[in-house]
T-cell receptor, first 112, second 115 residues
Framework: NAGVTQTPKFRILKIGQSMTLQCTQDMNHNYMYWYRQDPGMGLKLIYYSVGAGITDKGEVPNGYNVSRSTTEDFPLRLELAAPSQTSVYFC???????????FGSGTRLTVV | AQTVTQSQPEMSVQEAETVTLSCTYDTSESNYYLFWYKQPPSRQMILVIRQEAYKQQNATENRFSVNFQKAAKSFSLKISDSQLGDTAMYFCAFMKHLNTDKLIFGTGTRLQVFP
């Protein structure tokens, strides 16, 4: 049982480049989330989804886009990378039973 | 809006001793959920313990226990018999009783366990 899989684990981007962070879960969870963790800080919610075809903004959505075409996948798109987007990105999923999240292992992104 | 505050950026404890990490939160909800997550240097987020607000009994998981004071909006984590493997960042988190299950995190406490 893989849980939540994030790829890539590390990436360096140049300013203005674009990329997609991939997130896949195999637990049939309806709820999926993207968080970012800046150095020395807690996690802040970027976007979330309550099911296939449904997404909504979190606390810090600017500069990002998401889609949820299937229950399993929840990719995060950065269109024009900026240094302020240097962070560690976590994808998570839950089954809505308040048991907490299952987190991926994170993607460390550096924008230079 | 809900907020979660962890006022101790760093803590240290000697192996086998007990340490308590503090967390306070602000909400107008009467029913909600509180969590402690551990983030070791591997970066993985690991659920340590969960508390439902409607339960008066404090949650315990082996060496980990909480002191949940609903009226004071306080949710501290006690680690007994500290082990070197407990060295990590610890995050307190709040979840409102809604279908979206969004977690709101504090800024974390870095715990160092010394031999």
């Amino acid at each position: 049982n893989a849980g939540v899989t994030q790829t890539p684990k590390f990436r360096i981007l140049k300013i203005g480049q674009s990329m997609t962070l991939q997130c896949t879960q195999d637990m049939n969870h309806n709820y999926m989330y993207w968080y970012r963790q800046d150095p020395g800080m807690g996690l802040k919610l970027i976007y979330y989804s309550v099911g296939a075809g449904i997404t909504d903004k979190g606390e810090v959505p600017n500069g990002y886009n998401v889609s949820r075409s299937t229950t399993e996948d929840f990719p995060l798109r950065l269109e024009l990378a900026a240094p302020s987007q240097t962070s560690v990105y976590f994808c998570a999923s839950s089954d809505g039973t308040r048991s907490g999240y299952t987190f991926g292992s994170g993607t460390r992104l550096t924008v230079v | 809006a809900q907020t979660v505050t962890q006022s101790q950026p760093e803590m240290s404890v000697q192996e086998a001793e007990t340490v308590t990490l503090s967390c306070t939160y602000d909400t107008s909800e009467s029913n909600y959920y509180l969590f402690w997550y551990k983030q070791p240097p591997s970066r993985q987020m690991i659920l340590v313990i969960r508390q439902e607000a409607y339960k008066q009994q404090n949650a315990t998981e082996n060496r980990f226990s909480v002191n949940f004071q609903k009226a004071a909006k306080s949710f501290s984590l006690k680690i007994s018999d500290s082990q070197l493997g407990d060295t990590a960042m610890y995050f307190c988190a709040f979840m409102k009783h809604l279908n979206t299950d969004k977690l709101i995190f504090g800024t974390g406490t870095r715990l160092q366990v010394f031999p």
